[in-house]
């Protein structure tokens, strides 16, 4: 199909709307695809680039795509791909795809740009493949749209990126799986990682605070945003690209506070710092998540540095199954550095309907190897 590829306009606004509805009817939980004002901001934005087809001599929309940057950390994320129903023959959604992310990358303000795909069909899933992107791992019930649904992580690096990458030593053991997947995959070389025994790894053994125990939620977006960022002074400690806190959780005592990123439409929240330091809630995970139900979302997830060994280590003890890698994610000086998505759930995990391409079933894989020895220990399943 003939169609001509252009920057989106303001004057489109409501045909896109019209598009999405017509995509992905009422269930869209993305503001973009919903929300006027948010898309006039992103189409004025200069650090979105935002890409309609549109059939020669109608006019028609049959298509549309975002990327979404993060000029601080030179990270892109890809979004918002919608075909039209009657124009989905003839690869406009790859041509779409890869417009915008060559276009994105041409500016040399980013290193990388990343994907999150439904695992609904495996399309989408070889769409980004075809464009360049590496599959990076599952992330399983990771977020509601047509019920509860996993999502697959992908990226596409800017070129000598991933030569640049920092060397990590060891890793916590139960990261193996995780990285050899990665190398499979993705050919991002592990192999000299050493896994390690490290004390607190698998569920805790010590005492652990009650679900029951009382957890204060502070949703107060201005204020979390200001205490956010005079806890954080130094943007190292504030690592997650593309999101924002808009939610404190706090026990009483004030032993912890924890930063989310809470999304009741999609049921999912981003944990993304916690202060004084990670290990400091990981024996009050068991509130801190019942405190995230009430809100709506059953997934949680958190990102960490591969080097973090101590961070991790406290994650893992909480019952946090590491999900997906993103090597070269973070620049820092002219070298890059790996992280670490790690994941938990509230819901029964059924991958019975999930379509997992072949570029991901290794992720799929190590998950399900990373989960059996988080929640069913062999000596339990001996006994």
């Given amino acids: ?222 204020f979390v945003n200001r205490r956010f960022l005079e806890q954080f002074p130094d943007p190292a400690g504030r690592f997650f690209p593309l999101h924002s806190p808009n939610a404190i959780l706090t026990p009483e005592n004030g032993e912890f506070e924890a930063y989310a990123d809470l999304d009741p439409v999609t049921g999912s929240c981003s944990l993304i710092a916690v202060h004084p330091y990670p290990a400091a809630m990981a024996h009050a995970l068991e509130p801190l998540m019942s405190a995230v139900t009430r809100t709506g979302v059953d997934y949680v997830e958190t990102l960490l540095p591969l080097s973090d060994t101590a961070g991790l280590s406290a994650f893992l003890a909480a019952g946090f199954v590491p999900s997906a890698l993103y090597p070269a994610m973070r620049r820092l000086g002219d070298r890059f550095h790996d992280y670490v998505v790690l994941s938990r759930t509230n819901r029964q995990i059924d991958f019975r309907t999930a379509a997992v391409s072949s570029p991901v079933q290794p992720y799929l894989s190590a998950y399900l190897r990373a989960w059996t020895a988080t929640y069913l220990p062999l000596h339990e399943v001996a006994s």
């Avoid at 948010?38 to 006019?59: F, N, Q, S, Y």
């Avoid at 060891?170 to 995959?185: G, I, K, R, S, W």
């Fill in 1 to 222: 199909m003939t169609v001509t590829i252009t920057p989106a306009v303001l004057q489109d606004v409501a045909e896109l709307r019209q598009l999405y509805f017509e995509v992905y009817g009422h269930g869209y939980p993305v503001p973009l695809g919903s929300d006027p004002a948010e898309m006039r901001r992103l189409i004025t934005d200069p650090h979105t680039h935002w890409l309609v087809a549109r059939k020669p001599g109608t006019g028609e929309l049959a298509g549309s795509v975002v990327v979404q940057t993060d000029p601080g950390s030179r990270i892109g994320k890809l979004v918002g791909l919608a075909v039209h129903p009657v124009h989905r023959e003839g690869g406009l959604a790859g041509r779409l795809t890869g417009a915008v992310c060559t276009g994105a990358l041409a500016t040399g303000s980013l290193d990388s740009i990343y994907a999150t795909v439904r695992v609904v069909t495996e399309g989408p899933q070889h769409i980004v493949v075809r464009n360049g992107f590496r599959p990076l791992g599952l992330m399983p019930n990771a977020v509601e749209v047509a019920g509860c649904e996993s999502l697959a992580l992908f990226a596409r690096f800017a070129d000598d990126v991933l030569n640049r990458r920092e060397h990590v030593p060891c890793v916590p053991a139960p990261l193996a799986p995780l990285l050899t997947a990665a190398e499979e995959t993705s050919g991002i070389g592990y192999a000299s990682v050493r896994p390690v025994e490290t004390p607190g790894t698998g569920l805790l053994s010590g005492p652990v605070v009650p679900s029951t125990a009382a957890m204060e939620i502070i949703t107060a977006r201005s």
